[in-house]
């Protein structure tokens, strides 16, 4: 087997799990916390790829063209708008439904999913749309025929996938805001009781949670150059499967999940066939739920009494 | 509570029952055609482009007074390109629009299971863009398209693959639909009788962006030139990705990626530059349509893609319905069968299957700045 090709599609898959991943964070984060899974979360994720093409046309149209500067002015205001935006559903769709039945936020979810589609293709169209390229260049490995490469936007997406799940972890496990999150999970009541705002917290959890699509957003909409209304649905799926695999709630779990999803499709297409890579996915995401039911990396859930 | 929620619904039973008077008071003076496309989900581009020609071609048909003393109405129907979604309007076009005829729909694994509703309602469809040889292969009287056949368009890419580029080694990918494996298949069916056999055929799957391990694929079997049976959407970051892996092969694909987006969906005309693609002699060009081509621009919408085929196919609608001064699909079908019909994309007649008696699939290549121009 050629060495090289099988670097690359090594390299794809990580690129494309590091993808994965980044999403699958976002929705670990708020299951982790409140227990319900925000299928929203897809298409907050293409909000965000609308914002990088807003931001970017302003940023250049006030002149300013240094790329550090772009891409962390773009990064952080994509970040804020989107989070605000997750404050936003939280608040119209999901708070109203707290204490009823696990299903109705499900269903609130899917319908807000709905709506946010509906409400930038009739606002933005549904023509694709594109963003320049910011980062362009590529570190090759190899000679003139034979290589293996990666972009520098690429490097970027696995390296900021890592700093994301690094950081996430260290506020859950280490700081003020975190202990706050742990306990609302344990046991909302109780710690409502000892004084913490849970309301509050859950809305921080969907900010933060919404921040993380965001820099997925930005980053994933400068290494594809082009996005259009309906990228959230199967990349959202696709994520989903990630945080499930790496057992849902399990930060660094989010991550392995993705980078197991993207390898088995990158290697899975690159050897066997491209037409059955998301059976394979599936195949295996079945197969590891059988040994591990609560996934990879994900603790068993213990029964409440 | 009862009481308040008896009053909202027979208040919802009133204006139901208010709309369906209204619709049967209307349809006396109106003919109502159905314009059946995707209008949500990722092929959105393309329901437009039906919408805007049928919507013109009716507003021109009404100023001009109309077909008969009848005025046209055009009603928009979404199948998003799915199957399902295809029956379902399909079905409210019939049962609840009660249209005379249809103009639909795109893609055709849409077109296919919708025409089976239209047949049982015996209410005529023709198809603006819908390319795959089955939808009048089925022996349907009252299935008409505007467009040419996947088989026709499929000789004329492996044609050009083997002859002009003289490819050795072509790869094929397509996007496992109706349209985009049909096409694919009859591109190699062509290519197999001129004596090249494909080194690589795979599929991928619509709504992702990431093929790289596809490109690496390409890559590995040391292809010259490779042709993707899909739409834009797919073939946009699939020629982005193959570019960025320093893969020159020639890339070639069929008549869904005359868009403009499919230059924003490779997120440049630096990565669109070279690519061939098939389609009909380019409507922008002919002069039949130059007045309906001026009337758009001046609307500020460039009548891109398959607008004017949305539009020609009103026209030969509107044409069946004046000549027979009715919607009956037998009279209608026999009549495109025997007539032909001045469109703005020129004159047009049907073959007894109903497939266009000339199909006029030519090569075109993109350039650097994101146009396209007719080898």
Known sequence: MDI?????????????????GLIAIGYTMVYGIIGMINFAHGDIYMISAYLTAIILSLIFSLGITSLPVVLLVTLFLAMAITGAYGWAIERVAYRPLRGSTRLAPLISAIGMSLVLQSYVQISQGARNQGVPILIDGVVRLGGEEQFVQITYIQILIVIASFIGMAALTYIILKTSLGRQCRATQQDRKMAAILGINTNRIISTVFVIGSS????????????????????????????????????????????????????????????????????????LLVLVLIFRPSGLLGKPEIEKV | MLKRSFWKSLLLAVMIGGLAIAGTA????????????????????????????????????????????????????DDACEPKQAVSVANRLMDVDSVQAVAGHYCSSSTIPASEIYADADVLVMTPGSTNPKITERQMKGVFRMCGRDDQQGA??????????????V????????????????????????????VLYEGLTRGEKDFNSLVTKVKSVKADALFFGGLHTEAGPLVRQL??????????????????????????PKYVDGVYMTFGQDPLTLKTGRDVIETFRASGYEPEGYTLYAYATIQALTSAMDATNSTNLDKMADWLHGNSVNTVLGEKSWDSKGDLKVSDFVMYQWDAKGKFRQL
């Open chain 1, 4 to 20: 090289y090709i099988l670097g690359q599609q090594l390299l794809n898959g990580l690129t494309l799990g590091s993808i994965y």
């Open chain 2, 156 to 169: 004329v890419a492996a044609n050009f693959i083997i002859n002009n580029l003289k490819a050795k080694r």
């Open chain 2, 171 to 198: 790869a094929v990918i397509h996007d496992k639909d109706s349209y985009g494996q049909g096409l694919a298949d009859a591109m190699i069916d062509r290519m197999k009788a001129l004596g090249v056999t494909e």
């Open chain 2, 243 to 268: 570019r960025e892996q320093g893969i020159t092969a020639d890339f070639i694909s069929g008549d869904a990626i005359n868009s403009a987006d499919f230059v924003t969906a490779a997120g440049g």
């Open chain 2, 26 to 77: 209307n349809a006396a003076d109106m003919i109502k055609i159905g314009v059946a496309g995707p209008h949500t989900g990722g092929y959105a581009a393309f329901g437009e482009q039906f919408w805007r020609g049928a919507e013109q071609a009716a507003k021109d048909i009404n100023t001009a007074g109309g077909i008969n003393g009848k005025m046209i109405e055009v009603v928009k129907a």
């Open chain 1, 212 to 283: 993380m699509a965001a820099l997925a957003g930005v980053l994933v909409t400068l290494n594809y150059g082009s996005f259009d209304f309906f990228i959230g649905f199967v990349i959202g799926i696709k994520a989903f499967t990630a945080a499930v695999l790496g057992g849902i709630g399990s930060l660094p779990g989010a991550m392995l999940g993705g980078i197991v999803l993207g390898m088995a499709e990158g290697l899975f297409s690159g050897f066997v066939s491209s037409d059955y890579k998301d059976v394979f996915a599936f195949a």
